[in-house]
Nanobody, 115 residues
Framework: QVQVVESGGGLVQPGGSLRLSCAAS????????MGWYRQAPGKQRELVAR???????DYADPVKGRFTISRDNAKNTVYLQMNSLKSEDTAVYFC?????????WGQGTQVTVSS
């Protein structure tokens, strides 16, 4: 059974940083791309960043230069380092298995950027 568990969200001031983690099990992690998505209140879920099995990365325009996605295959974990956070980054952040979205989602972790 595939399981995806996100952690690391919280409340942070504008300009601050957070690192999200996503642990996946039930798959051969090293053979899958992984993605981070977010959903703000009243908005559709959107892709934030993704990383291929060969660690090729892709970012949504609003986060380029501020967010960094990485993976540790030994730990079956993908990370999202978020710097220079803005109020518009406030959302629930979800992890997903695959370079393109799949049915395997985590429960999400809330990120709130506010002073």
């Amino acid at each position: 059974q595939v399981q995806v568990v996100e952690s690391g969200g919280g409340l942070v001031q504008p300009g601050g940083s957070l690192r999200l983690s996503c642990a996946a099990s039930g798959i051969v992690f090293s053979t899958y791309g992984m993605g981070w998505y977010r959903q703000a209140p009243g908005k559709q879920r959107e892709l934030v960043a993704r990383i291929s099995l060969r660690s090729i990365t892709d970012y949504a325009d609003p986060v380029k230069g501020r967010f960094t996605i990485s993976r540790d295959n030994a730990k079956n974990t993908v990370y999202l380092q978020m710097n220079s956070l803005k109020s518009e980054d406030t959302a629930v952040y979800f992890c997903n298995v695959g370079w393109t979205s799949s049915n395997y989602w985590g429960q999400g972790t809330q990120v709130t950027v506010s002073s």
